[in-house]
């Protein structure tokens, strides 16, 4: 029990009370602020909803979004196989996902290639991929030898990194050769591929794109 009669306990029992008083006010505060969010959320959750389910009433109307979803994704496609023909590379665009370009290439920055029959020399940028691994490498050509027979053994390097490639090769593996070339880098743009970054790092959010992309699509929102 507080002895209300001594000075300074009474002094610390008013202290206690109004901090207990303030710590009321704002959870009541901050309760009173989220309530208009949740709100609003809850109402456009709910307008979401029933736009779906119109759509779903109609059958033709469904069906003409579905095929608009289609027809984007065939464009898409469609694109990307074109780029493929005009640029001869089979990845004409790729993310820098490493800083083991920089300060030259940043994570994230987005490099359009071309494997024309241009000669490659020291100094190219270049994207290729071992055999055995699943992401390609983007990495500054050290040193290149042509044999008689026309085919190249080429030394890269990571303008971030000390030593060459060799130790990303594959076992024994001293050169890479043209088939394992996807391109020279021709443009770049910086922190363009930033997303790809986050998809990488949070594959769930690949999952909420696609199906927030798909969604507005089949209802017919443009926004």
Request: charged residues 20%.
């Amino acid at each position: 029990m507080i002895d209300l009669q001594e000075p300074y306990e009474l002094h610390i029992y008013m202290l206690l009370t109004h901090i207990r008083y303030i710590h009321t006010r704002c959870i009541l505060v901050s309760r009173l602020q989220l309530l208009p969010t949740c709100t609003r959320f809850q109402e456009i959750l709910r307008q979401y909803t029933n736009e779906l389910r119109d759509v779903a009433k109609r059958p033709r109307s469904f069906l003409t979004q579905v095929l608009n979803l289609g027809c984007i994704v065939f464009s898409a496609l469609m694109l990307w196989k074109g780029l493929m023909v005009v640029t001869k590379s089979e990845s004409p665009v790729v993310v820098v996902l490493s800083g083991s370009m920089e300060p030259g290439l940043q994570r994230g920055d987005i490099l359009f290639l071309s494997l024309y029959s241009e000669p490659f020399i020291p100094g190219d940028v270049v994207v290729f991929q071992i055999e055995g691994r699943d992401i390609p490498i983007v990495h500054r050509i050290m040193n290149v030898h042509e044999k008689d027979d026309g085919k190249l053994a080429v030394l890269t390097k990571g303008d971030n990194n000390t030593v060459g490639d060799r130790g990303l090769y594959a076992t024994r593996q001293m050169f890479i050769s043209r088939k394992e070339m996807m391109g020279r880098a021709q443009v770049f743009l910086p922190h363009a591929g930033m997303i790809t970054i986050w998809l990488n790092d949070w594959p769930w959010l690949k999952y909420v794109l696609i199906g927030s992309m798909g969604f507005f699509v089949i209802i017919g929102r443009d926004t």
